[in-house]
């Protein structure tokens, strides 16, 4: 029998019950795609994070992938964090993470939480005129994409996006997107929801990744580098985001909720 480490932390959560869960389970060496994509499946969470600790001199600490129940995904902000929080412990100030399609990310300690480090990624003007109405609202004013399936709508008012129903069914049969709805907060600067029902995940609670869009996006539109956001899903979770050059530094906190182990019985 294999028992693997395994803890379950709110990422971007300010209180119990907020934020995105993540499930972190630190390897030896990397499984078989197979079983990874399983353990992710079995927690049945947003999203699953694997990491295998590098050799000194690699440039970075950890390797880190993500799965979500569904499939493996090209990047996770929430799940970033949330390993950040477990493996840096008590006393370490940063931990950098080498990822397959996203490069090496960083997280630092910053105050009672911690600062995440993101590409940050602009897209170009679309239109998709089939897609509002299966997001169940009113028409956007702005419609924005950028390859490898992210979707961006502007609404007027956070209103507007609260009110969103979208036909889940339908999206995923459109496969894997992320689609992100987002408007001018009433609390804080920006607010948005996010969905990926082709993911296996029908509304993400707070989406690191999404953010990595909206971070360029309103700085440009407010006119400043940084900005506050409330990603206003049932759970729901508050990011600080800057822009930094080509990066998005996301802030927020992590609460662990469950630690225990992970076991796979041999043949």
Known sequence: MIA????????????PFTGNPAAVIPLEDWLDDA???????????????FTVSLSPGAGADYALRWFTPAVEVALCGHATLASGHVLMGEDRPSIRFRTRRAGDLTVTREGDGYALDLPGWTMEPAHWPDLPALLGGPAPQEMRGREGGYRLFVYA??????????????LAALGNLLLIATAPGRETDVVSRV??????????????????LLTPYWTARLGRDRFTAYQASARGG????????????????????IEGRFLLRGG
């Open 195 to 212: 969905f990926a029902p082709g993911a296996g995940i029908d509304e993400d609670p707070v989406t690191g990744s999404a953010h990595c």
């Open 157 to 170: 008012d956070e209103a507007q996006v609260r009110a969103l129903r979208p036909d889940f069914p339908a």
């Open 238 to 257: 508050h990011i600080g985001c800057r822009l930094a050059g080509d990066r998005a530094i996301l802030s927020g906190r992590c609460r662990t909720v």
């Open 4 to 15: 693997l480490p395994f803890t379950q932390v709110d990422a971007f959560a300010d209180a």
């Open 35 to 49: 079983v990874l994509q399983a353990i992710a499946q079995e927690n049945n969470l947003p999203e699953t994070a």
